[in-house]
T-cell receptor, first 113, second 115 residues
Framework: DQQVKQNSPSLSVQEGRISILNCDYT??????FLWYKKYPAEGPTFLIS?????DKNEDGRFTVFLNKSAKHLSLHIVPSQPGDSAVYFC????????????FGSGTQLTVLP | DTGVSQDPRHKITKRGQNVTFRCDPI?????LYWYRQTLGQGPEFLTY????????KSRLLSDRFSAERPKGSFSTLEIQRTEQGDSAMYLC?????????????FGPGTRLTVL
């Protein structure tokens, strides 16, 4: 039972364009969401997070949008750069639980020069 | 370097052997987590500590797995009688609690291969 789903295993975009990565969740108890980036042979690197009391959070080129009614969040990267090429994981947590994170299966983003 | 460190980075062992991994969290972080990641999947939660207390264990953590954090600083994860299905990347993360829903920061992982 996948509580966090990333339905696109891969995405290719041209340098300078917008990258949009999507994530869906099923557990209504999730109230905190994060995006991580992972390069090969490294651990996940925290990018950006959003609380369920917000619908948008922005940090430089990265913006996360949360649609609670649809149980959907997305990560926008503008403009995309070749160095952004990595696997992106969506993760969700619940402040009422042990604060463990539940991860999606990841989306491989390739930014073409 | 003040990030999370893990040792060793790679471990190859034969089925039936015991292995132990170490994690050193970010120094001021009081929570420490262990995750496992297999190919094509996201990290899966195994267990976590707040200071030296192990507060939760996933059903993925069979009785062959044991984790400790004796002084609330570094942690060890031991797998006894390894099986081929234990081959995976073992990730450690740490965070500061309480914090405003603080993020977990991951180490580089230990890749285990069981032959």
């Amino acid at each position: 039972d996948q509580q966090v789903k990333q339905n696109s295993p891969s995405l290719s975009v041209q340098e300078g364009r917008i990258s949009i990565l999507n994530c869906d969740y099923t557990n209504s108890m999730f109230d905190y969401f994060l995006w991580y980036k992972k390069y090969p042979a490294e651990g996940p690197t925290f990018l950006i997070s959003i609380s369920s009391i917000k619908d948008k959070n922005e940090d430089g080129r990265f913006t996360v949008f949360l649609n609670k009614s649809a149980k959907h969040l997305s990560l926008h990267i503008v403009p995309s750069q070749p160095g952004d090429s990595a696997v992106y994981f969506c993760a969700a947590g619940s402040s009422g639980s042990a604060r463990q994170l539940t991860f999606g299966s990841g989306t491989q983003l390739t930014v073409l020069p | 370097d003040t990030g999370v460190s893990q040792d060793p980075r790679h471990k190859i062992t034969k089925r039936g052997q015991n292995v132990t991994f170490r994690c050193d969290p970010i120094s001021e972080h009081n929570r420490l987590y262990w995750y496992r990641q297999t190919l094509g999947q996201g990290p899966e939660f195994l267990t976590y500590f707040q200071n030296e207390a192990q507060l939760e264990k996933s059903r993925l953590l069979s009785d062959r797995f044991s984790a400790e954090r004796p002084k609330g600083s570094f942690s060890t994860l031991e797998i006894q009688r390894t099986e081929q299905g234990d081959s995976a990347m073992y990730l450690c993360a740490s965070s500061l609690y309480p914090g405003a829903r603080s993020a977990q920061f991951f180490g580089p992982g230990t890749r285990l291969t069981v032959l």
